[in-house]
């Protein structure tokens, strides 16, 4: 059955870095686009950023524009979240979700906080 697990999650320091991962199995990995969502406390989920199967495209939402990277390594079945100079507005649940299989990972807890 279609799987993703998230990891990578943690408490960093404002203006800091961390990269999310998510591990994916049970479906055709590279012919898929893949997402990452989160979802701050009290707040709805949001998309953060999607690649397309192969990578050659990606986008943002604004609020991440130019400190997020999207990426995936279709070898391993495997797409992440590079996060640099983090705002405590950032910290959130972070998921990954394929929209096609309407898929969602359980997400992984990032913090941003001095």
């Known amino acids: 059955q279609v799987q993703l697990v998230e990891s990578g999650g943690g408490l960093v320091e404002p203006g800091g870095s961390l990269r999310v991962s998510c591990a994916a199995s049970?479906?055709?990995?590279?012919?898929?686009?893949m997402t990452w969502y989160r979802q701050a406390p009290g707040k709805e989920r949001e998309l953060v950023a999607t690649?397309?199967?192969?990578?050659?495209?990606?986008n943002y939402a604004d609020s991440v524009k130019g400190r997020f990277t999207i990426s995936r390594d279709n070898t391993k079945n495997m797409v992440y979240l590079q996060m640099n100079s983090l705002k405590p507005e950032d910290t959130a649940v972070y998921y990954c979700?394929?929209?096609?299989?309407?898929?969602w990972g359980q997400g992984t807890l990032v913090t941003v906080s001095s």
């Open positions: 049970g479906f055709t990995f590279s012919s898929y686009r």
């Open positions: 690649i397309t199967t192969a990578g050659g495209s990606k």
């Open positions: 979700y394929v929209p096609r299989l309407d898929a």
